[in-house]
Each structure stands twice: as structure tokens, then as C-alpha cells.
């Protein structure tokens, strides 16, 4: 199972550091062979080896260039970074990345073979417009998106779920990852308040392969507990 963490713009590069490294002992001893991601903020990227793979929050779609306050494929290449998170709710909402510039960046860090961890999601109102509004919604995230790309993996989060402490009920969560995994049969992971008191519940759902956990993976004990559940779990 993938078990993986986006810090979002939490901790310092200190902090990140003695995280990863916390984790990474913590899958050592524990001999966890799951897949562990961290997605630290880009200014605490840094190389790493051993068995958590750190990624991109972000990235431009250049390998360098006059794109001020952005990074490029040439500052992630310096730390060995292959992994990146594109379409996440806050950049699409909060940003105002649009489809069309997710599509170039995904097309662009495709190119250069990097796992992709795409992520897709309805906010509250659609939602509220029944099952079939959103699924044209979420629909629409995949239009430009290579879906059978084989570094590909997909997380499904809901944007009223994102750090709100809500979560869609274990059958909405099993019937929109039904629906999604028609669309492409990358890994399909779910992420939205998840946190240690639900991370077994949800692992063991049909079609989820995993999390990706935001504020409750910013306590590198309860991100190792979720890592263990889904050692337990694997399936
Ligand atoms: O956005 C998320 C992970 O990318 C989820 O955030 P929370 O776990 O804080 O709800």
C-alpha cells in the first residue's frame, strides 16, 4: 500500500530533516516495506536514501528559466527528486491553477518519467448537486491527464474533506474509487482528514490503495502508525 505525506508549508528544513529521519527509523525497525512518501515544503527539499521517497509539492514545467518564485526540474534534480504532487485541491482552489496548466505540468515531469501523484476532488456545492454532478466534475480533473501513464498514481480528495475533520461516509468513499478506477487503474489513494483513529478503516476499503494525509502526518508518530496499519493491511 502507499502510505504518503504532504507536509504542506509545515516545518522548517530542521524539522523536515529529523521527520524524515524519524520515519525512516521507524520503518526500519519495524521492517515496513510499504511505499512511504513525504512531500516536504520545497524550501526543506534536500536528497535522501533509504525507504521513504520525498517529493515535490510543486514544480514549473521548465528545467530552468525566468519563471520568478517558482522552481524547476534543475533545482529537483539537485536533490534527486523524481516524485511529484500535481492538482492538489489548494493549488487548483487556492492558487488558481487551472486544467490547462496542470496538463502542462503533468505532460512536462511525465516526460522526464516521474511518479506522478495526481490528485482530483469535488468541492462541497458539487457534491451537494448529487453523484452524477460529481462525477462530470471530477471527470473533467482527468481531461489532458495521461491516465494509464505507469508512474502514475491518483488521490482522490474531496476539498470539504481537506483539513476540515469531515470525511464521506465508508460506501461514498468505496463507490467514487469504483468510478475512478474505470477511468485508469493507477493505485487509487484517499486522502481528506484522514487520521490515525480512521487510517485502518479506510485502508481496508475496497479500492483504496492507499492514504495521502495532510495535518495528522505532521506528528511523524501517528504517520508511523498509519504505516504500520497499512503493513498489517497490505493487501
Ligand atoms: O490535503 C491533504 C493531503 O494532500 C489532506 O489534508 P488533511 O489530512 O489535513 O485533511
Known amino acids: 500500500m502507499i502510505i504518503a505525506a504532504n507536509l504542506k508549508t509545515n516545518l522548517t528544513r530542521e524539522k523536515t530533516a529529523k521527520y524524515i529521519a524519524e520515519v525512516e527509523s521507524f520503518l526500519s525497525k519495524n521492517s515496513i516495506s510499504e511505499e512511504v512518501f513525504v512531500f516536504p515544503a520545497t524550501s526543506s527539499l534536500n536528497s535522501h536514501s533509504g525507504a521513504v521517497v520525498v517529493g515535490a509539492q510543486n514544480a514549473y514545467p521548465t528545467t530552468n528559466g525566468a ?32 486544467q490547462e496548466e496542470l496538463v502542462k505540468k503533468f505532460n512536462f515531469y511525465k516526460e522526464l518519467g516521474f511518479k506522478i501523484i495526481y490528485c482530483v476532488g ?32 491518483v488521490a482522490y480528495e474531496p476539498v470539504w474533506a481537506i483539513g476540515t ?28 482528514s484522514v487520521k490515525v483513529t480512521n487510517a485502518a478503516e479506510v485502508l481496508a476499503l475496497d479500492g483504496v490503495d492507499g492514504v495521502l494525509v495532510g495535518s495528522a502526518a505532521l506528528y511523524a508518530e501517528h504517520f508511523c502508525t498509519m504505516c504500520e496499519y497499512a503493513q498489517s493491511l497490505s493487501k
Open 67 to 98: 519563471f520568478t518564485g517558482e522552481i524547476g526540474y534543475e533545482q529537483l534534480e539537485e536533490f534527486g527528486i523524481k516524485t511529484i504532487l500535481i492538482g492538489h485541491s489548494e493549488r487548483r482552489h487556492i492558487i488558481g491553477e487551472t
Open 122 to 153: 469535488e468541492p462541497l456545492e458539487i457534491r451537494e448537486a448529487g453523484f452524477d454532478s460529481m462525477m462530470e466534475y471530477i471527470s473533467a480533473q482527468y481531461e489532458g491527464i495521461d491516465a494509464l501513464y505507469e508512474n502514475l498514481i
Open 165 to 192: 475533520g469531515l470525511t464521506p461516509t465508508n460506501e461514498d468513499i468505496v463507490a467514487i474509487h469504483a468510478e475512478l478506477k474505470k477511468k485508469s487503474s493507477a493505485p487509487l489513494l484517499y486522502g481528506g
